[in-house]
């Protein structure tokens, strides 16, 4: 797998898509504000269409985004719900312990520490909160190695039922190489992480900080969907089946959602 391929790919698919393009542009930043709609666009790009399409067929568009939409909801949800139950343990105790009738800015730093001292419950409800979430950390990567490759396959197939085809999906997987699809999960993320830092490095500024980022979070978050919908779209090709290969069963399930 050519990684600076897919990287220059994807970059030059996201500049042709938007640079001196102002109308899609301006489009798909609308898009953004009504979700659905850049997510059905985002399902075209994952189809394969290149040079990036025109955001036409709005109710097409807002129907594949809700598609999309129930796909990464259903994937995530149970990492949604063990971070809402880690915090429950931790709520709990703190109300148990009446901390609503307390008022600690007329405590001293010494009364302070011998109240939670007082409330034991609460330092093992913390221990419970942080098992929690450590564990929800680790399913969400989990689930991130299947849904970064399942809504492609959902996009490909039209179906909801093969984004969790999860026997396909590592099939796939294996045509990829795992090694190959780890890097390239692996970098994905950084880039995200890169591209999030410095649009949050732009709220440090006062006063007009948070309105330069909100400013280039509505110009730049486009062009970085492409790429990465792009890049998304060129790790599935990866593992596409070629010629004289001999199918999995499993792949050719019924397309209806």
Do not use: C
């Not at 050519?2 to 109308?23: H, T």
């Amino acid at each position: 797998m050519d990684f600076g391929s897919m990287l220059d790919d994807s970059l030059a698919y996201a500049r042709d898509g938007v640079w001196e393009r102002w109308s899609r542009w301006v489009l798909l930043i609308v898009s953004m504000i009504i979700f659905p709609l850049i997510l059905g666009y985002m399902v075209r790009i994952y189809r394969g269409v290149k040079p990036a399409p025109e955001p036409e067929g709005w109710w097409n568009l807002f129907i594949d985004g809700l598609k999309l939409l129930v796909v990464q909801i259903i994937y995530f949800l149970p990492v949604i719900l063990l971070i809402i139950l880690a915090f429950v343990p931790m709520i709990a105790a703190f109300l148990n312990a009446g901390i609503l009738s307390e008022n600690f800015s007329t405590m001293s730093d010494a009364q302070s520490e011998q109240w939670f001292e007082n409330h034991p419950e609460i330092f093992a409800s913390l221990g419970i909160m942080i098992v929690l979430l450590l564990i929800a950390f680790v399913l969400a990567i989990i689930i991130t190695f299947f849904s970064y490759l399942g809504v492609v396959r959902f996009a490909r197939t039209g179906s909801i039922r093969e984004a969790f085809n999860f026997t396909a999906i590592l099939a796939h997987v294996g045509r990829i190489g795992w090694i190959n699809y780890i890097i390239a999960l692996i970098a994905i993320t950084i880039i995200g992480y890169i591209f999030g830092t410095v649009m949050n490095f732009f709220s440090l500024i006062p006063v007009a900080g948070i309105f330069i980022e909100l400013l280039l979070m509505g110009i730049l978050y486009v062009p970085f969907l492409l790429f990465s919908a792009r890049f998304a779209t060129l790790v599935y090709d990866a593992g596409e089946e070629v010629p004289g290969q001999v199918l999995d069963p499993s792949t050719t399930a019924g397309t209806g959602a």
